[in-house]
């Protein structure tokens, strides 16, 4: 089903629109969070595009990142917000497996990390973020132990969101959380509604803090063909 989206600009930030529907390009919205902002409708759907462009089949992942209690979010220690920190401290382990698996002779099937997040803020004024990370399905099959220093992808991303803290691992215990059913599996021609309508929420209106100087939403680049 399809319809044509009734947009309005977004009162707190003019380069936004607001859209209020139950379908976008023909896939089901989480209609009872919205308003959403079209622009991030939009970039949700160009990450999950890009990512099956760049890879045959894909591994989604929805992950949780809180932030400790005496973290001030407002002051980024080296002017990157921590966000950026953690994908880059994510990128970094991805690499440094790829290097000691072809040293161990063995083969690494390589992956490109495409990824779309959103800050929300709670009652406590406080923000924490909701994630999620595209992998090629052949480089990791799922999260693994979910326990630190296992090696396995949630110890990766675990750790990674340490470093973006500025923190020990063990000390970040109960910040990385995953929730229900968070694994979505999709070859490159297959529908992916049930993952876009998840992932609708990181576009609900509310929740949202304009005017923080920072950002809301973000998402890895994508090229088109």
Known sequence: MTETPFLYRCPNDPNLWIYNGYYYSGMPLIWQQ??????????????????????AS????????????????????????????????????IEARQSKTIRDG????????????TRVFGQSGKPHYHCALFFNKQTFRGLGEFKPYSGSLYDMISSAWAG????DQHEVDGL?????????RIRRGERYDDLFRRLSYFAKLASKLFGSGNHNFGSSRTSSN
Not at 176 to 184: C, E, F, L, Q, T
């Open 34 to 55: 919205g308003p959403f902002i079209h622009n991030y409708l939009q970039r949700i759907d160009e990450t999950i595009q890009g990512a099956v462009r760049e890879h």
């Open 58 to 93: 894909i591994m989604a992942v929805r992950v949780d990142l809180r932030l400790p209690l005496r973290f001030d979010w407002t002051r980024q220690p080296d002017w990157r917000p921590v966000f950026s920190r953690f994908i880059a401290s994510l990128k970094a382990k």
């Open 106 to 117: 063995k083969r690494f099937h390589s992956t490109k990390l495409h990824f779309v997040w």
């Open 164 to 167: 973006a803290l500025g923190m």
């Open 176 to 184: 990385v959380s995953i929730p229900k059913n968070p694994i979505y």
